[in-house]
């Protein structure tokens, strides 16, 4: 069986099903509606990222960056922190205060009048954007760059599982053992033999579609619940002017090079993963994958996870139009 999907420039052609397709049919035709006006896509955020860097240069500008739980924004941090001439400090992954953690363009100016007190130019906010992405905050974000990173939903509820029980390779744990482990995270029972840190019980409970969540306003049920809308996310994540999937990280983190701090584009391209990266997640993403008897597993997860996956589909499509556009202007 194939499905038709839309390709680099808008065109049309046939693949083989995946399991993307079967388990989220729904998410192609979100595809090929964005991807059909790609020229005019192309156009917006070429314009967006020319006014994004004058804005920079000029000294008028902010950047926000929208740090999703387990989705990069550590990755992100740590690079940006390694730029001296960006002063951005990496102690609390770069995040700001906690007045920060549920954004509303009402409060914008309060955050602006804050990084200019302390003559900071980056602000990272591990919690939701509430209203800040919608139209109507348009004029309340003008002096900021939006940033950030979207993850495939099954690495990101993988890498939360590993982040939460602390599974690193040095667990030495088979790969049926992490699978047992994540069936258990996915309905909320810790494995037998979990320990949690104190810091960690907030973070043990799964939620599916977390990162539509966060781009509606809702972060860890501690906001009232809303209904999930894979429409409404993705036109929350069309308001950022540079959007990077994480399997792009690495050249992601070129891109806000370019942009922030071009003068380094000369050293080695960073690398885009933690260096202390948990290898168990890794392991297990790939078995998700491959095994068969896993299958069930895997459609199941991304099933009920569809919104998020239409999140990393979109940024996926928006990135490569990001490095079309970059490679034009010769700023990479």
Known sequence: MSNSVCGVGGTLFSRPQSMEDIACPLNTKYLNDFVANYSQHRDDIK????????????????????????GGGSTMCAFLASLPQLGVKAQNNCNGPREFFHITASNFK??????????????????????AASPEAADARKHFILLTSVRHPLDRIISHMSHVYELSIENKKSVDELVLWLKRFLSDTKPQGARLSEEKEEFHHHENNFETMVFLGRFH?????VPVSAMNALHALDAFDIVIPTDQMSDGLQVIRSMFAPSTLDKKKPEGKRANAR????????????????????????????ADLALYQRAQVVFQMTLEVMEELEWM
């Open 47 to 70: 314009d967006r990222l020319v006014r994004a860097r004058k804005m920079w240069r000029d000294g008028n500008a902010k950047a926000y960056v929208q740090h999703i739980h387990k």
């Open 110 to 131: 309060s955050i602006e009048d804050h990084m200019d007190s302390r003559k900071e130019r980056f602000v990272f906010n591990e919690r939701s954007m509430a209203s």
């Open 221 to 225: 049920q501690q906001t009232s619940k």
């Open 279 to 306: 290898q168990s997640s890794d392991i297990l993403s790939e078995a998700m994958r491959t095994r068969a008897d896993l299958r069930e597993l895997h459609l199941e997860i991304l099933s009920e996870n569809c």
